[in-house]
Structure formats: structure tokens, C-alpha cells
């Protein structure tokens, strides 16, 4: 089960942050360093609040 939930963490947080590089840089017109970092940023935020998520459903 470990293993599941760490496959959809890497999952999750390449989702968010592919569309959040391509929002920033086609709807902001950001650069691509700063449209990277924000989407890091978003990637790692969503992957931190799915495992909490995951981690209160099987406690």
C-alpha cells in the first residue's frame, strides 16, 4: 500500500506542476525560471496535502 501511495504522490505532484509551468507561462507570460519555481512550489504543496489526506484515512 506504501508503495501505491507513493506512485500517486509522484503522480499528483507531476500533474500540478506541469499545469501550473504551462498556466504561468500561456495565461501569465511568465519566464520559464520563474514559471519552474512556481510550479515546483504548487507540485510539492499538493503532494504535502494528499499524503496528509492519505495518512488520516488509513489512521
Given at each position: ?23 504561468g507561462q500561456m495565461l501569465f507570460g511568465l519566464t ?28
Amino acid at each position: 500500500m506504501e508503495l501505491f501511495r507513493s506512485f500517486m504522490g509522484i503522480i499528483i505532484f507531476a500533474l500540478f506542476a506541469l499545469t501550473s509551468f504551462f498556466i504561468g507561462q500561456m495565461l501569465f507570460g511568465l519566464t520559464d525560471g520563474i514559471s519552474v519555481l512556481i510550479a515546483i512550489v504548487i507540485g510539492i504543496g499538493a503532494e504535502v496535502i494528499y499524503r496528509r489526506l492519505s495518512n488520516k484515512r488509513n489512521d
